[in-house]
């Protein structure tokens, strides 16, 4: 079936350092949303994706998606302990169907 | 202007009984999709409804099932739960009326199921 893939994992960064995710799927997507999720808490929407090589930003926050609409990537510049949480990629299928990704958590040392 | 509210916040049910979880979309939205997100996982979208109507749905068996009330309300429906069906439930609400590409979703805060 269809899917996407999110690495890493997990990420462990010291305050200050960059920081980035990505996230890969199966088939190509028509748009992809990325969302933070704090420990405890409910997925909250950043941002949405939808043109083939769009770059958004958010302040320290870049998005990326890809040419084939099949990858994407958030990137942090210069971490702050407030950028702790859990990063989900969700990508909408043809079908209009949302997959999420794994998620990526970071945590930070102050 | 209220969030998305879900009710009730936690559960406790043991195997083989029935849960009713409730949903209400925040203001101005008419799609209500439910999400089971396992602990350390991505929501796993379950379905979404809109006019009332069940519109998509992922891969979770019959067990599994909704309900859209006139006033856009949502409730999700499991039967003869199993161990695995412990999670968070999200409901999660957007606008269909948007671009049709555009449907950005706000969450609840979820329905924490524990089955026993």
């Known amino acids: 079936g269809q899917q996407v893939m999110q690495i890493p994992q997990y990420q462990h960064v010291q305050e200050g350092e960059d920081f980035t995710t990505y996230c890969n799927s199966s088939?190509?997507?028509?748009?992809i949303q990325w969302y933070k999720q704090r420990p405890g808490g409910h997925p909250v929407f950043l941002i949405q994706l939808v043109k083939s090589g769009e770059v958004k930003k958010q302040k320290r926050l870049t998005f990326q998606f890809g040419e084939a609409k099949k990858n994407s990537s958030l990137h942090i510049t210069a971490t702050q302990t407030t950028d702790v949480g859990t990063y989900f990629c969700?990508?909408?299928?043809?079908?209009?169907?949302?997959?999420f990704g794994s998620g990526t958590r970071l945590s930070i040392r102050p | 202007d209220a969030g998305v509210t879900q009710s009730p916040t936690h559960l406790i049910k043991t195997r083989g009984q029935q849960v009713t979880l409730r949903c209400s979309p925040k203001?101005?939205?008419?799609?209500v999709s439910w999400y089971q997100q396992a602990l350390g996982q991505g929501p796993q979208f379950i379905f979404q409804?809109?006019?009332?109507?069940?519109?998509q749905r992922g891969n979770f068996p019959d067990r599994f099932s909704g309900h859209q009330f006139p006033n856009y309300s949502s409730e999700l429906n499991v039967n003869a739960l199993l161990l695995g069906d412990s999670a968070l439930y999200l409901c999660a609400s957007s606008s269909i009326s948007g671009t049709p590409l555009y449907n950005e979703q706000f969450f609840g805060p979820g329905t924490r199921l524990t089955v026993l």
């Open positions: 969700a990508g909408r299928t043809s079908a209009s169907k949302i997959i």
């Open positions: 409804y809109y006019e009332e109507e069940e519109r």
């Open positions: 203001s101005g939205h008419d799609t």
């Open positions: 088939t190509t997507l028509s748009n």
